[in-house]
């Protein structure tokens, strides 16, 4: 941490603040220039806040040289991470999708979408069977029954599979019933109790970006992960809220090589909840793979019209083939390839 002090601060003043430094068990570095002194803390500064020195006489400001997010940064691990789900890698040269639909309805659709994931050339299943709705009306997902007919599914194609935990209660049921990789919510990113018990297992976690959480929040959401000892983390970007109602969310492009820059974790990006309409999805895709993201999350269902949730921004099987054939030369002109 740096403490800069005023150009009228007192002698007492830089020693109060040096004593607060040793106080804390840290060592000083000063450097006196012709205007203002400046005061290094030097050591593990992660007990020291800046409103400790800002309060004090003759402080001007004080700065944190290190980012608060450690484990997730890249100072820590200059290297990309790549998380393994069941052979299928995310994170490294290969654009990994994961498609599926937004809810688990019943058993005949949830079989008749794993195929169309299959054929459609994507390696990961997604389903929802506990959502979280704005309106307590609307339907909340089919519960533990969800969870098995998403695994029998998937089983049937040979899918490893994705699905929302919502409830830190469910936590035990979504190993029991061998979830591959947990997805936590844009409403749950900053659910602390929910991070810190993902971070105690041993299962890939997705983290999606909250509806108007910055790029610092979220990667601060990852470290309550990190810190309990689950690394396998992938930042996915589904759209932030915006002024504007023309499209459900705002897909934020900048954040993916923002990330990419701060962070040595993978970056995926959902473009179905950002568009929040289907003829929207192609297009945001695109816009993914080339700001570098390393993969997507898709909503596929076979009869999008008669979808019990979000049927608006769900692809059905002609569609999505169609996008996976304009994804792969894409990939290719980025250096890259289609899992």
């Given at each position: ?58 402080v001007e400001r004080a700065l944190r040289v290190l980012k608060d997010y450690r484990i997730v940064s890249r ?164 759209g932030v809220r915006s002024f504007d109602p023309a499209a459900r969310n705002t897909l934020d492009v900048t ?85």
């Amino acid at each position: 941490m740096i403490i800069v002090m005023s150009p009228a601060a007192s002698a007492q003043s830089i020693d109060d603040v040096i004593g607060k430094i040793r106080a804390a068990g840290l060592s000083e570095h000063v450097s006196r220039g012709t205007e203002r002194t400046i005061i290094g803390a030097v050591g593990d500064e992660r007990s020291l806040q800046p409103s400790m020195f800002e309060m004090m006489p003759g402080v001007e400001r004080a700065l944190r040289v290190l980012k608060d997010y450690r484990i997730v940064s890249r100072e820590v691990q200059p290297d990309n991470t790549v998380v393994h789900v069941r052979g299928q890698a995310i994170g490294g040269g290969a654009v990994q999708v994961i498609a599926g639909p937004c809810a688990v309805e019943t058993a005949p659709q949830m079989q008749q979408a794993a195929r169309l994931v299959r054929e459609g050339g994507a390696r990961l299943l997604r389903g929802g069977a506990f959502k979280p709705r704005t309106s307590p009306y609307s339907f909340q997902g089919l519960g533990v029954a969800g969870l098995d007919h998403l695994q029998e599914a998937a089983r049937q194609q040979g899918l490893p599979v994705v699905s929302e935990l919502m409830d830190i209660r469910l936590l035990d049921t979504f190993l029991e019933y061998d979830i591959d990789v947990i997805e936590i919510g844009a409403r749950n990113m900053q659910n602390t109790d929910l991070l810190k018990e993902v971070g105690r297992i041993n299962k890939p976690v997705i983290l999606k970006r909250g509806l108007s959480a910055t790029v610092s929040e979220w990667l601060m959401a990852a470290e309550y992960i990190a810190i309990g000892g689950n690394h396998n983390i992938i930042f996915c970007e589904r759209g932030v809220r915006s002024f504007d109602p023309a499209a459900r969310n705002t897909l934020d492009v900048t954040a993916i090589p923002l990330l990419k820059r701060e962070t040595h974790l993978p970056v995926i990006v959902d473009p179905s909840h950002a568009g929040g309409k289907a003829w929207l999805v192609p297009a945001l895709s695109c816009a993914a793979l080339a700001a570098g993201a390393d993969g997507l999350m898709l909503e596929v269902h076979p009869d999008p019209a008669q979808a019990w949730c979000d049927g608006d921004q769900a692809l059905d099987g002609a569609a999505f083939g169609n996008l996976m054939a304009q994804l792969r030369p894409l990939a290719q002109v980025m250096g890259r390839s289609l899992a």
